[in-house]
């Protein structure tokens, strides 16, 4: 069974640029949800999909956006791309639907390094 | 919001020896998870606990949902090179539309 697919693994942009990142879940999963790490703050919650809407929203600026598609693949979009946006996005996805599913676990991609210089 | 403390940043420990890694929380969790990340890569699942008490193991790991359900520890017995990686905690509370929140991470260093 394949994992949890993100492309591309790494990406360079300038200041002002955006950017699209993929997110391929595990087969079978429905739930995808995306995390920002750097070194100093750690594994940031960006937002989470179900049923191509957003169940759950971190504390990021309106810059940060996604989708997911009725196939539960899923995108995030960074625009007006800032220096401290250099980071490494984790795309993560989990059975989560129902009630009775909320405590499935999440499985992580390797994650697409982003760099803005 | 809800905070998951780990400490500290960074622990050494020589191959074969045990280590044990503590995480808590402000908040009752209903759900831990630990996760270990390797360079370059995401974090892979090691235990997931959803049971106050629960002890759980896999293969030299082994994982407690602390009776509170503020804490949960993890215990690596029999240390060896490959366990060499950041180690997280992670934690979700009640209600279907929770959100996964992550402690900062313990990296560990294991002296051959």
């Known amino acids: 069974k394949a994992g949890v697919t993100q492309t591309p693994r790494y990406l360079i942009k300038t200041r002002g640029q955006q950017v699209t990142l993929s997110c391929s879940p595990i087969?079978?999963?429905?739930?995808v949800s995306w995390y920002q790490q750097t070194p100093g703050q750690g594994l940031q919650f960006l937002f989470e999909y179900f049923s191509e809407t957003q169940r759950n929203k971190g504390n990021f600026p309106g810059r940060f956006s996604g989708r997911q598609f009725s196939n539960s693949r899923s995108e995030m979009n960074v625009s007006t791309l800032e220096l401290g946006d250099s980071a490494l996005y984790l795309c993560a996805s989990s059975r989560q639907g129902t009630q009775h599913q909320h405590n499935s676990p999440l499985h992580f991609g390797n994650g697409t390094r982003l760099t803005v210089t | 919001g809800q905070q998951l403390n780990q400490s500290p940043q960074s622990m050494f420990i020589q191959e074969g020896e045990d280590v044990s890694m503590n995480c808590t929380s402000s908040s009752i969790f209903n759900t831990w998870l630990w996760y270990k990340q390797d360079p370059g890569e995401g974090p892979v699942l090691l235990i997931a606990?959803?049971?106050?008490?629960e002890l759980t193991s896999n293969g030299r790991l082994t994982a407690q949902f602390g009776i509170t359900r503020k804490d949960s520890f993890l215990n690596i017995s029999a240390s060896i090179p490959s366990d060499v990686g950041i180690y997280f905690c992670a934690g979700r509370s009640t209600g279907a539309n929770s959100k996964l929140t992550f402690g900062k991470g313990i990296t560990l260093s294991v002296r051959p």
């Open positions: 087969s079978g999963h429905r739930s």
């Open positions: 606990l959803y049971k106050a008490g």
